[in-house]
Each structure stands twice: as structure tokens, then as C-alpha cells.
């Protein structure tokens, strides 16, 4: 089953970020506003420094209802373009629920 879990997230449509803060790390998608920016973490980086800030949805580890561990919205939020910032992108084996 381990096996199978890294296959089915490389196949996931909703891609995860990290951004990461001296304060905090968030796991986040981008909405569908901003999907356009694509899935390149620099290119990600570069429009929240221009814009001073990103409207994402903040992900979180749930239990499905099938009793499995899945990724899932939790909040819409902003994230601010302020003091050292980094994006990176998220890889995990769960599955990943896309935020409506």
C-alpha cells in the first residue's frame, strides 16, 4: 500500500505549496483565481511579492469519511508578502480533497 500512496498524489489535480515563515509553515492550494499562476513555487513567490499578498486555501489532515487520512480545505486566508517568506512545494502520499 506504501507504494501506491506516492503514485496517487503525484497524480493529484490540486497542488499543494508550502509557505513557510520565521513565525510558521502553512500547507496551502491556490484559488482558482489565482490558478493561473501554475504550480512553479517561484513563480508563486514572485506574484505574492508583487501584490503584497495571496488569497490561498490553508490545508489540513482530516479523517475522510471511509476512514482514511486525506488533505482537505480548512480555511480560506491571506498571505502576506512580510519579512522572510518561502514557497516550496508540498508532496504527500494522502489524498487530497480540491477546495470548492
Same mark, same amino acid.
Given at each position: 500500500m506504501s507504494s501506491f500512496a506516492p503514485a496517487f498524489a503525484a497524480e493529484q489535480a490540486t497542488k499543494l505549496f508550502s509557505f513557510v515563515s520565521e513565525r510558521e509553515s502553512i500547507v496551502a492550494a491556490l484559488t482558482k483565481e489565482d490558478a493561473?499562476? +501554475?504550480d512553479d513555487a517561484s513563480t508563486i513567490g514572485?506574484?505574492?511579492q508583487e501584490r503584497g499578498s495571496l488569497t490561498v486555501w490553508?490545508?489540513?489532515?482530516?479523517?475522510a469519511k471511509d476512514g482514511e487520512l486525506e488533505q482537505a480545505?480548512?480555511?480560506k486566508i491571506s498571505v502576506q508578502a512580510? +519579512?522572510?517568506l518561502r514557497v516550496e512545494p508540498y508532496g504527500t502520499p494522502l489524498r487530497v480533497v480540491p477546495a470548492e
Open positions: 493561473a499562476l +501554475g514572485r506574484a505574492l490553508r490545508y489540513a489532515v482530516r479523517k480545505p480548512l480555511a512580510q +519579512g522572510n
